[in-house]
């Protein structure tokens, strides 16, 4: 029987790889057809169309966890009884983050203001639903799947360390990768997991993710995960040469001043779970681990 249940699994999570991947080559599909009927020499319709294509892996990802590995919206910590007030707390936090790299970026003299950039009102706005569809995806599968099922399996630290670390071998192609890089995708991997473990909602860490990616790119026009962009509606260029700051051709998650950023991110969200776990303890298990999803 054990051995039965070993091999069962293993067809799940082969069936997941291979569902989740045809899911992705088929958003890339979709998202380069329909930048092709719009405008087929824009970058940036192509850049707004390619996020935005991935609600095509959403869903799938939704349908797979509910009708294979039967686990409900609650499971992935997705049934809030306030959901907007929690993405629109998880885009402060996001904002607040990625804020404190650009002040002292600033302060620091790394980086100084020159003027507007190229993206209109409505062109930045595209980007504000691209990014939270993109951030979306990425938090469901790592932060509410992944997490899910690594902490009915083997518990809470290996559900926060392991996705995290999943989270970093998707970046490793990503261009201009460095140590400080690595390590950040970690922490902000961490960080994240912390902040579902906090609120029992995947809305906040999604929301803080979507935030960070559009205030990173198309507000300040710095790289997002090693990509430039097409634009941005504020110009920042450097003028200091400090990559503990500026974290070189990785832009900003490749900086040291991230790592610190992230750091108390973390410590901060730590505080709030253990300070919630005292008077709730049932928020160390934030939900009823589901006995169907084996």
Known sequence: MKKNNTLIIIGKVLLFILVYMAARTIASFVGGLITGLINPNSKRVFDIVGLASLIIPVIVVLLFSRFVLKLKPQDLWLKHPKPGFKYLAGFVAGGV???AYMLFAVLSKQLAFAGRGA?????????LPAYAIQSFEDELLTRGLLQRVIKD??????SIILPSLIFVALHLINPGINFFALLNIFL????????VYAT????????????????????????VSGNAGSGSFFRFEAVGN???VLGDKFGPEGSLVTVVILSLGIAFYFWQWRKKAKTEPEILAVSESNPESA
């Open 97 to 99: 983050l990625f804020g």
């Open 119 to 127: 993206l209109s009102v409505w062109q930045m706005l595209l980007y």
């Open 153 to 158: 399996k083997w518990g809470v630290v290996p």
């Open 188 to 195: 902000v991997g961490v960080l994240f997991s912390l902040m």
């Open 200 to 223: 029992g909602s995947l809305w906040l860490a999604a929301a803080a993710h979507g935030a960070w990616n559009f205030l990173q790119g198309p507000i300040f026009g710095q790289n």
């Open 242 to 244: 400090n990559n503990l």
